[in-house]
C-alpha cells in the first residue's frame, strides 16, 4: 500500500484547508485509515481516523467540531476537511492505513503504512 498525501500549505488562523490521501491499492475498500500530526519537539498524535466501511469516525478533542473526515471509495481518496484553523493545528499532517483494525486501538503503532506527510502552517 502507497500513500499520497497532499493539499498542506499557509493559512491564516480562521481559515481552511483540505488535505487528501490517495492509496494505491486494490484493498482501499478494507483500509482503516487515520490522519496524524507531529510538531517540532512533539511526538506524533492522531488527528482522526475512519474504519474500512466508512461507517464510523473519531477526531482527537482538539479538532472536533473543526475537522471532518471522509473518504471517496470510487477514487481510492481519504479526505480531512480542516476548518477554523488554529495556530496551534500548525504540523506535518501524515496519512496512515491499515488493513481493518477498530477506532479502539488507534494509535500511530497500530498502522502499518503512512504516506510522506503534508506541512500545514497556520499563521496567528
Known amino acids: 500500500v502507497q500513500l499520497q498525501a497532499s493539499g498542506g500549505g499557509l493559512v491564516e488562523a480562521g481559515g481552511s484547508l483540505r488535505l487528501s490521501c490517495t492509496a494505491s491499492s486494490r484493498s482501499f475498500s478494507r483500509l482503516g485509515l487515520a490522519w496524524f500530526r507531529q510538531s517540532p519537539g512533539l511526538e506524533r498524535e492522531s488527528v482522526a481516523a475512519i474504519n474500512w466501511t466508512g461507517g464510523s469516525t473519531v477526531y482527537a478533542d482538539s479538532v472536533k467540531g473543526r475537522f471532518t473526515l471522509s473518504r471517496d471509495y470510487a477514487k481510492n481518496t481519504m479526505y480531512l476537511e480542516m476548518n477554523n484553523l488554529k495556530p496551534e493545528d500548525t504540523a506535518i499532517y501524515y496519512c496512515?492505513?491499515?488493513?481493518?483494525?477498530?477506532?479502539?486501538?488507534?494509535?500511530?503503532?497500530?498502522?502499518?503504512?503512512w504516506g510522506q506527510g503534508t506541512l500545514v502552517t497556520v499563521s496567528s
Open positions: 496512515a492505513a491499515r488493513l481493518g483494525g477498530t477506532l479502539r486501538a488507534n494509535s500511530a503503532r497500530h498502522y502499518a503504512y
